[in-house]
């Protein structure tokens, strides 16, 4: 094997490694968002269905509002924050 394809196996097989470990710690990321959010949740799973649908009611208004509010906002013009 010639140096030049040694140095292009090399390093192949260096991005493979490295491509496998930063995908094995997203993973590790992804399961531990996973769990976060399983354990964030789980009070919902707790909750009656008038529970449910009272939170439904008032998120139902609360959006009503905020769409309202956003609708009676002046217009700016381009460029401005």
């Known amino acids: 094997m010639s140096a030049g394809a040694w140095s292009r196996w ?6 493979a490694w490295n ?3 930063r995908h094995r710690e997203l ?3 992804l399961d531990l968002v996973r769990a976060d959010l399983k354990a964030r949740a789980a009070w ?6 008038e ?3 009272e939170m439904l009611r008032g998120l139902t208004a609360c959006m009503d509002a905020v769409l309202e509010t956003g ?6 013009p381009e460029g401005t924050s």
Do not use: F, K
């Open 71 to 76: 609708s009676d906002a002046p217009e700016r």
């Open 44 to 49: 919902v799973n707790q909750l009656s269905d």
């Open 51 to 53: 529970e449910i649908a």
């Open 10 to 15: 090399c390093h192949r097989a260096e991005e």
């Open 27 to 29: 993973y590790r990321q």
């Open 19 to 21: 491509r496998h470990v």
